[in-house]
């Protein structure tokens, strides 16, 4: 984290996992960038789709092989971490993970989780001995020191991931990821910046919409942590 006169420039990586670049998540992904970039953060990206990333793991994930004749793929990860092994998609990837002090994963709520190649994406990426392991979980994780932050759309309206909506709490929904995922491997958790259906807004909505996000993405630097909790 670098102070540019009043301003303090964050190395933000933020992912997009949406096929389509006219939708929402497209235009929520865009204004992030846009903004942090003209804020004087570092941005990087990964357009899963675009990028064609394969969200399946296997052996292609290495290019070394601890035991070739029995895949277990937490071993070869361990391996991988001791040979400089990974695949190069894969590596590429956990170095924008280690180089940032700020990660933005934007995406559609599908089935009341992650898209499938955002979490084929933490399958193949988030691997064992480089991101975690052994004592290197929550508190002591790999990612320690480092903010996370989910951006996402939903099909329903507000009132419907509420406790006792139609679809329940979604910081309940949210919490495997926020928990299992980002906190486990080290993260601090930033409150989710969620617009609620937006496909049943009108166009000026959705650009106020976005303002708005803008305007958090301006002080997100210094933005205290959300609280996810154990349940």
């Known amino acids: 984290m670098r102070v540019k006169g009043e301003r ?9 996992a949406h096929p389509e670049h006219k939708s929402f998540n ?3 992904f865009r204004t992030a960038v846009e903004t942090l970039s003209a804020e004087g953060h570092e941005v990087r990206t ?5 990028m064609q990333f394969n969200p399946v793991s296997g052996r292609h994930n290495f290019i ?7 895949f277990k793929q937490q071993i070869e990860e361990m391996h991988a971490t001791e040979t400089y092994g990974f695949a190069d998609d894969i590596e590429g990837e956990i170095q924008k993970m280690e ?16 898209p499938g190649i955002l979490k084929g994406w933490v399958d193949r990426v988030f691997a064992m001995g480089r991101t975690y392991g052994g004592p290197r979980i929550y508190a002591n994780g790999a990612f320690k020191g480092k903010r996370a932050m989910l951006a996402l759309t939903t099909g329903g309206p507000a009132a419907a991931y509420v406790k006792g909506g139609f679809n329940g709490d979604i910081n ?12 486990f491997t080290g993260f601090e958790v930033l409150a989710p910046q969620i617009a609620y259906g937006p496909v049943r807004l009108e166009q000026g909505e959705r650009a106020e919409w976005l303002a708005a ?10 933005e205290p942590p ?3 909790g154990i349940y």
Do not use: N
Not at 172 to 183: E, Y
Not at 213 to 222: E, F
């Open 8 to 16: 303090v420039a964050m190395k933000i990586f933020v992912v997009l």
């Open 26 to 28: 497209a235009a929520m």
């Open 46 to 50: 990964s357009d899963l789709y675009a």
């Open 64 to 70: 070394t092989a601890k035991d070739p004749d029995y």
């Open 99 to 114: 180089w940032c002090e700020l990660m933005i994963w934007q995406f559609p709520l599908w089935w009341f989780g992650l």
């Open 172 to 183: 309940a929904i949210l919490r495997p990821v926020h928990r299992g995922i980002l906190q």
């Open 213 to 222: 996000y803008a305007g958090r993405l301006k002080t997100i630097a210094t």
């Open 226 to 228: 959300f609280e996810v």
